[in-house]
């Protein structure tokens, strides 16, 4: 029996498939092909690739000049998938001496072009799983450290599992692969020699800076857009996962992985995660039960997510805006985007709404979600935007806070306080509405005195 699905999961189609195979044992191996071994035995290296003929792509002048492309030799690739399996294992607390149970077996074959596929192939037996990945010679480190994280995550994923194959979140292999492509991190991979000059191997070395914060690059792309909802997170859409979001997703996996990680035993909980997740149809029961502790109900964690991104931004928001751009960042977090139908059978339509808008005519859940989106959003860009604009953004997260009775008290109750603590008062609808029109009012007083930004060589 054969089973396949195809997701795009490392910039390019990957095919992710499982075999069942009853009693047959495992024999990935091509008869008279030599094999290279990596120290443990788990990785397992065929080289597919032409004895004299050269892969084009590893030889373009891109490869040796940009430091992103690695080209593969089967000693390096076997050095490099240990390194980052240990890694891997280190980041989540996995115990290094734990013996394996399936082998990964690594296809090097010439690459066709310089955004070449990777495929996955499992395959399960009667005594466990095995697993080959089929790779090019030459790939951007990126996709690489993301399809090896795949695998290995899989790997001890499996270990106990029966027929069904465990599903490893997206979120979970971007933000531990940006997490080992870290500033600060030991270089995990090695690649073979660029070049020849007379007649010596001249290799380009990837610098490791120690007291670099692992999340600057996480900062650099989150400092112009916010962080992603966790339902984003889970839903990822291609332009996401293959990076051409400018690199948003990845970013966003990364800090919702680390901070995972600073939560109480939150390796030992990321780890029960793997462990559970081959028991259950979907990961997400899997996070439920290894998290319970943390989030007791799912939308507890959107709660918990929501802060992070608050205080990420709150603690590195990045350069201030110019008035221009905090003009038109404010006027796209103060409308919504809604889709409608003139005829049931037409196709949708769309356009921008107020907040009040959504106040009057939307139903209670859909409000609730929508205006909570929007105070995350003020919330974060009131460290950002420029001082004309700075206590207007403030103004309307009050209001919204204040409508969702979610405002929070800048003096906390003392602990031991005999008082009980008060909750927060929501505001009626007419009073928000009053609000949010006096603030539009000051609003377009002072957008009409912002110029437009100039650019200047």
Avoid at 37 to 65: C, K, L
Avoid at 265 to 289: E, I, P, V
Avoid at 335 to 347: C, E, I, K
Avoid at 400 to 427: C, H
């Amino acid at each position: 029996m054969f089973r396949a699905r195809c997701l795009r999961s490392f910039g390019c189609a990957v095919v992710i498939a499982s075999v069942f195979c009853g009693n047959a044992s495992a024999q990935f191996s091509l008869p008279d092909v030599k094999l290279t071994h990596s120290v443990s035995g788990q990785f397992v290296i065929t080289d597919a690739r032409p004895r004299f003929a050269g892969s084009p792509p590893a030889s373009a002048p891109a490869v040796g000049t940009n430091a992103d492309f690695v080209r593969f030799e089967p000693a390096l690739l076997a050095v490099s998938a240990e390194r980052i399996k240990q890694t891997l294992w280190r980041e989540l607390g996995v115990d290094s001496a734990s013996p394996w149970r399936g082998k990964i077996f690594l296809t090097l074959r010439s690459a066709r072009s310089l955004d070449d596929d990777v495929t996955i192939l499992s395959e399960h037996f009667a005594n466990g799983w095995d697993y080959r990945v089929t790779l090019p010679d030459v790939l951007p480190r990126t996709r690489f450290l993301r399809a090896m994280t795949s695998v290995v995550l899989l790997e001890f994923a499996n270990r106990d599992a029966g027929v069904r194959s465990a599903e490893i979140p997206a979120w979970l292999t971007d933000g531990l692969a940006q997490q080992l492509l870290a500033p600060g991190r030991v270089e995990v991979i090695l690649s073979s020699p660029n070049r020849n000059v007379n007649g010596l191997s001249e290799s380009r070395m990837v610098a490791t800076e120690r007291g670099m914060d692992p999340l600057a690059s996480a900062r650099r792309v989150l400092r112009d857009q916010p962080a992603l909802t966790f339902e984003q997170l889970n839903w990822p859409t291609d332009a996401q996962v293959s990076g051409t979001d400018r690199g948003v997703y990845r970013a966003s996996a990364q800090l919702f992985v680390n901070e995972l990680l600073k939560l109480n035993d939150g390796s030992a909980h990321l780890r029960a995660m793997l462990q559970l997740a081959s028991r259950y149809y979907n990961w997400q029961t899997a996070f439920q039960a290894a998290f319970r502790a943390d989030f007791a109900q799912p939308l507890d964690v959107e709660k918990w997510w929501a802060l992070q991104v608050i205080n990420f931004a709150a603690h590195s928001p990045g350069p201030t805006w110019t008035p221009a751009v905090s003009r038109d960042k404010l006027d796209q977090i103060l409308s919504v985007s809604v889709d409608f139908r003139t005829a049931s059978n037409t196709l949708p339509a769309y356009a921008e709404v107020s907040l009040q808008a959504v106040i009057r005519n939307f139903d209670p859940a859909r409000q609730t979600a929508i205006l909570q989106n929007k105070l995350r959003d003020l919330e974060v860009a009131q460290f950002r935007v420029a001082p004309p604009l700075a206590a207007l953004t403030a103004g309307y997260r009050d209001a919204l806070a204040d409508y969702l009775g979610a405002r929070r008290e800048t003096v906390p109750t003392p602990r031991f306080s005999k008082y009980p603590p008060v909750a927060p008062q929501k505001t009626g609808a007419l009073d928000t509405l009053a609000k949010l029109d006096a603030l539009d009012a000051r609003r377009r007083t002072i957008e009409s005195n912002i110029k437009p930004d100039v650019w200047r060589p």
